[in-house]
Structure formats: C-alpha cells, structure tokens
C-alpha cells in the first residue's frame, strides 16, 4: 500500500519569506503525487499535480515541488510567502487499483500554515 | 461543466439519529468517492465506486454506515445510529479514466 507522511504539522513563516512543506512518500512504483490546499471551511482545491514527467511540477499561486526518488520526496516551496497562503495544505498519492482499472487519493495528515505579518 | 454537487450543505443531528448525505457527480465519471475529514486531520476514504459497483469498502464501518449508487449516477451516504464521533465532513469526489478528482463542496455533519 502506498503512503504519504507529512513531517511537520504546523509551519509559520513571516509574510515575504520562503515557505517548505514537507512531504515523504511511500511506494513500490513511481507514483502519482498531489499538493492541495484547503482554507478554512471552504472545498479542496489542487495545487500542483506530478505524473511522471517533469521532476519540478509548477502550480498555481506561485507554488512548485520537486520529486525526488532518491530521496522519497515531495516538498512544496514557495519563494515568498503572503498572508493570503494561510491555509491547510495536503500531500497526496495516487494508489491504482488494477482489478478494476481505477485508482483512489490516500492523504497526508496535512500541514496548517500560517503566516505571520 | 457542472461541478460535484453535495447536499445537504450542514447538518446537526442527535447521537442514535440517522442521517442521509446525496452526491451528483459530474456528468460521465465512472467513478465516485465518499470522503470523511474529521476536523484537524486529512480525509480518509470510505467507499469507492466503479459505477454502481463497490470498488474499495475497507474502511467503511459498516455497522453504521451504508451507502449506494444507483444507475451509476447519484450516491447516498447514510450513517444510522450517529456516533458523536461522526462528526466531521463529508466529502463526495468524482474522477474519469485519467487521473483527476473532482471534489464537491462536502457536507459539515455536527452530532451532539
């Protein structure tokens, strides 16, 4: 079985400074992984996705990771961080399930950032 | 397109009360999931369907928890008695043969 540890719970940076959050993964084949976001009490919304083709995976307000096999990773950055990005943010695999040809999200425990002025 | 679409948006609900959660999923996706996220934590998938067939049903505690496709459309999640721990929300998704879920806006359950 497929699985994703996020190794901090809680991050806080100062508003213009970088942002990590840290993501390991565990998998017996090259997999799918997925960063999203989720505000307070509002929906899921997908960051940035990796599927095997480039290794630093550009998504939308700024953010980007960099899949590492060596290293089992998944860290999402940001260079700059703005009050805006406070948010809970998962690391997500992709597990198929070949009997039926279809696949299932298993989620990170999550990552609360917050930024502080 | 049309969106995932949940109802009922929130629902407060005695302990040993029943309660239904509806999910539309989008039009042509074979496949549906049912999410719980309790508060602080990341979802944790309950049933998975293949059209109207159940794909994956491991962590659904099925003396509490039912849930159905017909027609391979719409699904219902029920949750009957409620445990005060149900408390959470209920998240429905949606995906086609690629890989790409599509999430609905879920469904706060409060028990007390």
């Known amino acids: 079985a497929q699985s994703v540890t996020q190794l901090d719970s809680h991050v806080s940076v100062s508003e213009g400074t970088p942002v990590l959050l840290r993501c390991n993964y565990s998998?017996?084949?090259?997999?799918?992984l997925f960063w999203y976001v989720q505000h307070p009490n509002k929906g899921l919304q997908l960051l940035l996705k990796?599927?095997?083709?480039?290794?630093l995976v550009k998504g939308i307000n700024g953010f980007e990771a960099e899949f590492k096999k060596s290293e089992t990773s998944f860290h999402l950055t940001k260079p700059s961080a703005h009050m805006s990005d406070a948010a809970e943010y998962f690391c997500?695999?992709?597990?198929?399930?070949?009997?039926?040809?279809?696949?299932?999200?298993?989620f990170g425990t999550g990552t609360r950032l917050k930024v502080l002025a | 397109e049309a969106g995932v679409a949940q109802s009922p948006r929130y629902k407060i609900i005695e302990k040993r009360q029943s309660v239904a959660f509806w999910c539309n999923p989008i039009?042509?996706?074979?496949?549906l999931y049912w999410y719980q996220q309790i508060l602080g934590q990341g979802p944790k998938l309950l049933i998975q369907?293949?059209?109207?067939?159940?794909?994956?049903d491991s962590q659904l505690p099925k003396d509490r928890f039912s849930a159905e496709r017909l027609k391979g459309v719409d699904s219902t999640l029920k949750i009957q008695p409620a445990k005060l721990e149900d408390s959470a929300v209920y998240l429905c998704?949606?995906?086609?043969?690629?890989?790409?879920?599509?999430f609905g806006s879920g469904t706060r359950l409060t028990v007390v």
């Open positions: 998704a949606s995906s086609a043969t690629n890989y790409g879920y599509t």
């Open positions: 998998s017996s084949y090259s997999p799918s």
């Open positions: 990796y599927t095997s083709a480039a290794t």
């Open positions: 997500v695999v992709s597990e198929s399930t070949p009997t039926s040809g279809t696949y299932k999200y298993i």
């Open positions: 039009s042509g996706h074979a496949t």
């Open positions: 369907f293949q059209n109207n067939g159940v794909v994956d």
